[in-house]
Structures are given as structure tokens and as C-alpha cells.
């Protein structure tokens, strides 16, 4: 005959409905409250080493320049936008930079200069450049990995962080 453990405690039925519904009320308002706009919410940045990346010279307005950040396997694009937008570094506000390695499976990724998004062929997930990356399609959980970046006196742009995990690593970290 099995051993029956002796931790276990028969509740009832009427005090675990009880329990699952403070539970439930208790979820409910944890999401009515923590969701009031659909905005981009970074994780916590994390900092790498800072590397210049390009010069304002460089750049055309949403022609991608190709970069590597933080590391030669993280490929990513410095952009310009033409117009101010969260995140935006510089002068104008409006240079803003990613990795192009799609979050959901590590697909690359192709700008669309048309309406300012990443896209990805494997599995069609899009991102919004405009809005710092927020995935608006597809089957990734995880918006575009944005580089927090400054843009110095002589008009140099260095990257100084990311906000989201790269894909193919299990940590930030170098």
C-alpha cells in the first residue's frame, strides 16, 4: 500500500473556491493597473562596454547603417529617423539604434523605410522603430533590443547599453 504524505491538507472545498477567488480578484487588478498604455516599457538597461559606433556623417535619413553592438556576434543598424521619437539620441532626437536579430528565433531582419519597421521572414513578427522598438506582429514575445546611445560635440553616436535581451544569449552579459 502506498505511503500517503503527511503534508498534505485537506482544505475543502468552499475554502480553496475562497482562496482562488482572492487569488483571482488579486490578478485582475494587478493587470487593470499595470497596463494603462500600450507603450514600451525597457527593461532595466544593461550596460556594456560604450563603442562608437558611427558619426552623424554617416547617416541618411532611414537608410539603415550596419553596426555590431556589443559584440561582433550581435549584429544591429544605426538609424536616422527624420523626426523625433523615444529613445531618439542627437541634435534632433531622431537617431535611434537595434539589433536585427529577430527575438522569436534569431531570423535577420529587414527595415521597411516605408513605415519605419524591422520585419521578419521567418515568422512575420514586426517592430515599430518609431516607438523604440514594440513589436507589432507576429509571433515574437519580446520587443526589438533598442542600444541606449549619445551623440558627442563632434557629432560621433556610441552606444552605451541595451534595454532587452539579445537573442541567443541566456543573460546580458558579455
Not at 558619426?55 to 550596419?66: A, Q, R, T
Not at 521597411?112 to 522598438?133: K, V
Request: charged share 20%; with cysteine; net charge negative.
Amino acid at each position: 500500500m502506498a505511503k500517503r504524505c503527511e503534508k498534505l491538507v485537506d482544505i475543502g472545498r468552499r475554502q480553496f473556491l475562497r482562496g482562488t477567488g482572492i487569488a483571482a480578484a488579486a490578478g485582475v487588478a494587478t493587470v487593470v493597473t499595470a497596463a494603462p498604455s500600450q507603450a514600451k516599457a525597457p527593461l532595466a538597461r544593461v550596460d556594456y562596454p560604450v563603442n562608437k559606433l558611427a558619426n552623424i556623417k554617416d547617416l541618411n535619413v532611414n537608410e539603415p547603417f550596419d553596426i555590431a553592438y556589443p559584440d561582433a556576434d550581435a549584429p544591429g543598424v544605426v538609424l536616422k529617423l527624420g523626426k523625433a521619437v523615444p529613445g531618439g539620441a542627437g541634435p534632433d532626437g531622431d537617431i535611434v539604434g537595434f539589433a536585427t536579430l529577430c527575438p522569436h528565433k534569431g531570423f535577420p531582419l529587414s527595415y521597411s523605410a516605408a513605415d519605419s519597421t524591422f520585419n521578419c521572414p521567418g515568422h512575420y513578427s514586426r517592430f515599430d522603430a518609431e516607438a523604440g522598438g514594440l513589436q507589432v506582429w507576429g509571433q515574437s514575445t519580446q520587443n526589438l533590443p533598442q542600444y541606449t546611445l549619445r551623440v558627442d560635440d563632434k557629432g560621433d553616436i556610441y552606444a552605451e547599453g541595451v534595454d532587452e535581451l539579445l537573442y541567443g544569449r541566456l543573460s546580458n552579459v558579455l
